[in-house]
């Protein structure tokens, strides 16, 4: 059985979602939420094998509660709903790396099969998603967020980066509340950490 969390903030979509697959063989929904505040404590206890989340799950965002997720419970595959016509979504759901990428206008079939492939470890695209997903640069940090993140990386208080880039501090800090958000941080350190191991800096 593939026990399945499903997280969508779209009232009618979430109950579309549960429903349809929940009369798959095979699959059992677990839990479903439409923010995303609960979805690691609920991921932690209940340990599904797959969570479906919407890229827009408020109030911070699928991705950077998909990248939590991950990191906090390896074991669960995560499926990202995207739109189709948003690039911003393929860039903010690319950095966590999810198992499987699916537009939100897909037929539900295709969700149905995704959420089995990832099950058994295997990577899904939805075909309608393939060709921006490979125009997207890997890197989601603008030039501004690296140089912010590798001064801090140094050891550098808010105060000492804005003084060494000649901007406020207010500035500095929105710099970084955007770079947690697009690659799934908790915080500067782990944010440093990330854009560290994946060579983004």
Sequence with gaps: MIHTLVAEHVHLLRIGLVAYLTQEPGIEVVAELEKADRLVSTA???????AVIDVELPPEGGSAVAGLLAR?????????????????????AMPVRPLGLISREAPVELLTWCVRRVASGRRVVDPDLARTARTIDENPLTHRERQILRIASAGASTAEIAA???????????????????IGAR???????????????
């Design 44 to 50: 932690a206890e209940l340990k599904p094998r797959v």
């Design 72 to 92: 906090t419970l390896p074991a669960c595959a995560t499926v990202m709903l995207v739109g189709r016509d948003d690039p911003g979504h393929l860039s903010r």
């Design 164 to 182: 060494e880039l000649s901007v406020s501090a207010k500035t500095v800090r929105n710099h970084l509340s955007r770079a947690f958000v697009r």
């Design 187 to 201: 915080n500067r350190m782990d944010a440093i950490r990330i854009a560290t191991e994946r060579e983004w800096l």
